[in-house]
Nanobody, 114 residues
Framework: QVQLVESGGGLVQAGGSLRLSCTSS????????MGWYRQAPGKQRELVAH???????YYAGSVKGRFTISRDNAKSTVYLQMNSLKPEDTAVYYC????????WGKGTLVTVSS
């Protein structure tokens, strides 16, 4: 069973930056597309970005140009660099593969104050 552990969240002022990390247990990380999701209070979970095993990247329009996803297969870790943060980015952030979800981790809370 793959376990996902997210970290790096916190409280930041609008315009600030944070770098999130997600580490996966198991040896199949490198062959999977990995994504970052977020869930704001009262809203559905949404896909923010994903990166394929071939490093093809997708961003949701709301974060394009501000967020950067990357991965380190040797560390079974996917990162999300978040710059120019806005209050509407406030959410719990999770990682998972976009299809055939593994069990969700606890997520990491990002709070952006105005």
């Amino acid at each position: 069973q793959v376990q996902l552990v997210e970290s790096g969240g916190g409280l930041v002022q609008a315009g600030g930056s944070l770098r999130l990390s997600c580490t996966s247990s198991g040896s199949i990380f490198s062959i999977n597309t990995m994504g970052w999701y977020r869930q704001a209070p009262g809203k559905q979970r949404e896909l923010v970005a994903h990166i394929t095993s071939d490093y093809v990247i997708y961003y949701a329009g709301s974060v394009k140009g501000r967020f950067t996803i990357s991965r380190d297969n040797a560390k079974s870790t996917v990162y999300l660099q978040m710059n120019s943060l806005k209050p509407e980015d406030t959410a719990v952030y999770y990682c998972n593969r976009p299809t055939g979800w593994w069990s969700w981790g606890k997520g990491t809370l990002v709070t952006v104050s105005s």
